[in-house]
């Protein structure tokens, strides 16, 4: 039998896995919240589908069982002050971490960020749950694609651009 894994210990180690950032949108009105996630993943594209993961504690978690469709939005090296809305860091929550963007709908009502490097409106198709999270299969309705800007990562604890990496710090041996 192996060890049991300190999880203080994953999460350090999964901190070195550099990743996107998304908001993950649901609702519509007054009735609707969203968070921040890197755990955002294509599952295929034939047909299109992602996988996306969600803490069970979430505030969004109720409103995507309940409403059943939601949108990804690929957020840009910019748009770090939605991030942190989304992630409720300086405490808003529901329609509130909306302000200050603009919004739109597509397909399933759910809230698409309008400037996003792109947006995917989708249906739940499968909803796994695991643990703390469930494991989301979008189905994927429509995409909007945004300007072909830089994205913003996470990554070792913060969020990054691609252009603040020093090169030399990543040169790969050959």
Request: charged share 20%; proline share 6%; hydrophobic share 45%.
């Amino acid at each position: 039998m192996s060890p049991i894994l300190d999880p203080a210990a994953f999460r350090q180690a999964m901190r070195r896995l550099a990743g996107g950032v998304a908001v993950i949108t649901v609702g519509s009105g007054e009735d609707r919240t969203g968070l921040t996630a890197t755990s955002v993943t294509s599952l295929s594209a034939e047909p299109p589908r992602l996988l996306v993961c969600i803490n069970r504690s979430a505030s969004a978690w109720p409103l995507l069982a309940d409403f059943r469709a939601f949108g990804v939005n690929l957020l840009d090296a910019d748009q770090q002050p939605i991030a942190d809305r989304f992630a409720g860091r300086n405490g808003e929550k529901g329609p509130a971490r909306f302000a200050g963007a603009r919004w739109k709908s597509l397909v399933t009502g759910a809230p698409l960020l309008d400037g996003a490097l792109a947006a995917f409106d989708c249906t739940v198709e499968e909803i796994i749950e695991r643990h703390s999270h469930a494991i989301v299969i979008g189905r994927i309705e429509a995409v909007d694609h945004g300007a072909w800007n830089e994205p913003l990562l996470y990554w070792a604890g913060s969020y990054r651009m691609i252009s603040d990496l020093p090169d030399k710090q990543f040169a790969v041996a050959g």
